[in-house]
T-cell receptor, first 112, second 114 residues
Framework: EAGVAQSPRYKIIEKRQSVAFWCNPI?????LYWYQQILGQGPKLLIQ????????DSQLPKDRFSAERLKGVDSTLKIQPAKLEDSAVYLC??????????FGEGSWLTVV | AQSVTQPDIHITVSEGASLELRCNYS??????LFWYVQSPGQGLQLLLK??????LVQGIKGFEAEFKRSQSSFNLRKPSVHWSDAAEYFC????????????FGAGTILRVKS
C-alpha cells in the first residue's frame, strides 16, 4: 500500500516569497492533517480536513498560511509571504475516520 | 488543555542495554496513545498505539509500551537496544472527543553507544 506522498521534499526561499506544498494521502483516508515541526520541537497541528471540509484550523496563521483539499483527496498548503520563523518541516498525514494517523516524509522548508 | 510531557530531551544507552523512554500526558478525555520514531531527514514512523484493552502493547522493532491510567503515563521500553535504534522518539495523544488530532511531546533523542 502506498504511503502519504509529499512534494517537494526540500525548498529554500527568501523571506517574503511564497511556497506551496502538495500532499497525496493514503487512498481511502477521509482525514488529512498538516503539521508543522520546528527543529527541536514536536509536530504541531496546523489544519485538519475531513473529506474536503475543515475540521480544525485554530492553529493556522491565516494571515499568511492557507490550505485546501479539493475533491477530498489531495491537499495543498501555501505560505505567502514567508517569514524566517516559518523554517520547519511540514508534515502531511492521513487517517481513516477515527483511525491511526500515518505521516509522510515531510517537506523541509528553509527561509533565508 | 491537552499536553504531553517527555521529561528527557536526550538519553544515551549502550548497545544491548535496556531502554525506557518516559511520557506523561494531561488530557480531559479517554486518550488514544502513540509512539512515533523519526530518523534524521525522515518522517514519523508509527511504533505502536494504544486505543483500549490490554494496557501492555507490543510494537514494531521489539518495542513495547505500558499504559498506566493512574499515573497518566505511557512509557516506551525495549529490552535490548540496537545501534539502529538511534533516532528521536515522540509520544502523542489523541481522543475522539478532540477530533482525533494528535498532540505531541517535544521528543526524546536516543543515542546508542557501542
Amino acid at each position: 500500500e502506498a504511503g502519504v506522498a509529499q512534494s517537494p521534499r526540500y525548498k529554500i526561499i527568501e523571506k517574503r516569497q511564497s511556497v506551496a506544498f502538495w500532499c497525496n494521502p493514503i487512498s481511502g483516508h477521509a482525514t488529512l492533517y498538516w503539521y508543522q515541526q520546528i527543529l527541536g520541537q514536536g509536530p504541531k497541528l496546523l489544519i485538519q480536513f475531513q473529506n474536503n471540509g475543515v475540521v480544525d484550523d485554530s492553529q493556522l496563521p491565516k494571515d499568511r498560511f492557507s490550505a485546501e483539499r479539493l475533491k477530498g483527496v489531495d491537499s495543498t498548503l501555501k505560505i505567502q509571504p514567508a517569514k524566517l520563523e516559518d523554517s520547519a518541516v511540514y508534515l502531511c498525514a492521513s487517517s481513516p475516520t477515527g483511525g491511526t494517523i500515518y505521516f509522510g516524509e515531510g517537506s523541509w522548508l528553509t527561509v533565508v | 488543555a491537552q499536553s504531553v510531557t517527555q521529561p528527557d530531551i536526550h538519553i544515551t544507552v549502550s548497545e544491548g542495554a535496556s531502554l525506557e523512554l518516559r511520557c506523561n500526558y494531561s488530557y480531559g478525555a479517554t486518550p488514544y496513545l502513540f509512539w512515533y520514531v523519526q530518523s534524521p531527514g525522515q518522517g514519523l514512523q508509527l511504533l505502536l498505539k494504544y486505543f483500549s484493552g490490554d494496557t501492555l502493547v507490543q510494537g514494531i522493532k521489539g518495542f513495547e509500551a505500558e499504559f498506566k491510567r493512574s499515573q497518566s503515563s505511557f512509557n516506551l521500553r525495549k529490552p535490548s537496544v540496537h545501534w539502529s535504534d538511534a533516532a528521536e522518539y515522540f509520544c502523542a495523544v489523541g481522543a475522539k472527543e478532540y477530533g482525533n488530532k494528535l498532540v505531541f511531546g517535544a521528543g526524546t533523542i536516543l543515542r546508542v553507544k557501542s
